[in-house]
């Protein structure tokens, strides 16, 4: 039914009313005061979200350049670096420190398993002579809806003294709890279609002292990336080019909206969606592929097995118009994923759950109590 | 008046309201069909408007960002480059050539005049071994309302025969007759917020079969900037990282209503815009930065005497709401500049003299006969 899509993948998420009408004001210039107050508000506001009391970056970017930038700002060629790769996204950073001629080290996990922070305690304590200049991790792995154990991974860079923490933190900043300031993590890029609840195209990036430090004697070459002179600008409440107006405008307007719900709040949300997507999905007998200790808040991975993946989306999509996500890479086909990160309701979930129902009933897939799901999610609504 | 301002500043410009309209719409997904379509119209429409059958690729960034992946794309370090510098713009690309180790150099002129095509013929001429690997340059230089005489220089370019022509033409897309194919130009990037008619947020880059073949051999780093994996992707109707697909729909809104504007009716109404308004500014009495023949269709640089150019500014905007550009670097107080790219009418250009002639008699300046700046721009609306 035409203008009746509902997006529940994990990115872009759905934009509150408010949101999308800031967005449509006309443009105003980004060298006067008035756009020098949207910057002061939103920067404000962005270490409000992040917890940090670190500069945090506004770049006109997808997630991947941000994320690009907070690698390159701080290293030279030939720098030794452990990635952490279990997923596209953890994927794609080893790829961008090959590209930059970095001595990249893959620590691995198989898709849908989180990484496995021993590995990454073994590594650096055998760095002794601190050639390790910086551990690069996913989060959230978009990709497979696994969350890593950041916070005991950090505790083991932080303990090496020397490597920095660098972390993308796409899908779980503005879902889970990444206090920045209190793990001390150096280096963190999210992107603004993900918990910000606005349309792609801003990225973010918190900097601290240490990476700050290190981007002194950094030599990969940058400019557009250079997050040195959006340092500088940021002080000064601009932007060293043109910035995305409008997206500033929405970013505003959504950054009021999460003041305005508290951190806890949101999280808990987030908990409260992914507890109900799980139960939902459990009982209604189909596997799902990340494990309780490792769910990501933002997106739920499903592998269905007697019904095929992709016809669950085509029908969802046809019959109801709601977008899943499928796989990627060698998870195409074999999974769906479920978005509920961002501007995403109890309702949404419920709604959710129901279209897939009957989807699984349009197929004839039998395997489960017609009800189940929804059943499931309502009790998981109800007790928490 | 609050809501009131009318921008007259070289971008971002002014956006019509179906564009706004179009852009306040829920986002989609962007590796959905519907998606792929919208990605299918605007690149065709992309190439009606460079007047192409290049690529013409569209990033996540501002002006700088695709221009230094138009640079960086199809260069090695130490390569040798000529770039001309005749303005804020022109220097910048320098300093990107410069931070990825290029081997520069620059050919200047004094900021308001242009680059002297003459000096690119006599250094492209000399280098018998081919080693020149690229000429950086900006078309319209927006901090001066200078034009560059790119026919000429890129003719000398073609004579070298191994040379990449670079060309930045924020400014001059879809303002004057930049006929890509025609001309052979290799590499051309522009951004959103100028000719276009959309807010900030887009870059676009058109690359020719020999800056690919360049490519292949090219060995600075990227990975975000990377030409290469845009094009692979625009091949299938999609981007490689996620897309502002609210200004995807801003463009595509937009690029209609050049479609039925038509080019060469665009072409003109700028000639006519620049024309009227340099006429106005004269019999005004202000003396204007660029010269007649080197006249940008973007913006009109003025360098008044007996009243400060930032006063101007500041009544126009205070008692007007109409935001001018001011100098940039060393030109910073002693011009403004007057804005007429892209979403602009002649009834703009009248309102924005008439209130300068406002603004002149509330600063008590005397040098000119009231009322002559608006009879100087109807004339020439007149007989256009």
Redesign the interface.
């Known amino acids: 039914m035409d203008d009746k ?1 509902m ?1 529940m ?1 994990p ?2 998420t ?2 509150p009313e408010q949101v ?2 800031a ?10 005061a008035d756009f020098g107050k949207i910057m002061a508000e939103v920067t404000a506001n962005l270490k409000w979200l992040h917890q940090t009391q670190n500069d945090v970056l506004i770049l ?6 941000v994320m ?1 930038a907070g690698i390159i700002n701080f290293l030279s060629p030939g720098d030794r670096v452990l990635v952490g790769s279990n997923g596209k996204f953890g994927e794609r950073w080893a ?2 420190t090959d ?3 970095l001595n990249t080290e893959r620590i691995t996990a198989e898709w849908g398993k989180p990484l496995d922070p021993e590995q990454f305690r073994l590594a650096l304590e055998a760095d002794v002579d601190k050639q390790i200049k910086a551990v690069v991790i996913t989060h959230s792995e978009t990709s497979t809806g696994v969350i890593n154990d950041l916070e005991t991974i950090n505790r083991h860079v932080k303990a090496h003294g020397k490597a920095l923490i660098i972390v993308d933190t796409v899908t779980s900043l503005g879902a889970t709890n990444v206090p920045v300031d209190a793990w001390g993590l150096d280096v963190v890029a999210s ?1 603004s ?1 993900k918990g910000y609840m606005i ?3 801003l990225g973010f990036v918190a900097v601290g002292a240490k990476a700050w430090e290190a981007y002194k004697t950094a030599k ?7 997050l040195g002179k959006y340092r500088k600008d940021a002080a000064k409440n601009t932007t ?8 500033f405008f929405a970013l505003q307007a959504a950054l009021r909206m999460m003041q305005a719900e508290g951190l806890e709040a949101i999280f808990a949300r987030h908990h409260r969606l992914l507890a109900a997507t799980r139960a939902a999905v459990q009982a209604m007998a189909m596997p799902l592929l990340a494990a309780d200790e490792c769910a990501s808040p933002a997106i739920t991975a499903v592998m269905p097995s007697g019904v095929d993946a992709e016809q669950i989306r085509s029908v969802m999509k046809k019959r109801f118009d709601i ?1 899943l ?2 796989g990627q890479d060698h998870l195409k086909g074999k999974i769906f994923r479920i978005g509920h990160l961002g501007f995403v309701s109890d309702r949404d979930v419920l709604t959710a759950i129901a279209a897939l129902e009957a989807t699984l009933q349009e197929l004839g897939h039998e395997g489960f109590t017609s009800g189940a799901g929804v059943a499931a999610a309502a009790k998981v609504f109800a007790s928490h």
């Open positions: 899509l997006l993948i990115g872009p759905p934009v999308l009408l967005m449509a004001k006309h443009p105003i210039g980004h060298r006067s006109t970017a997808s997630g991947t350049g690009e790829e961008v590209a930059y001629g992107g279609q349309p792609p195209g990969l070459p940058r400019y557009y990336l250079d060293p080019f043109t910035p995305p107006i409008n997206l977008v996500a499928g």
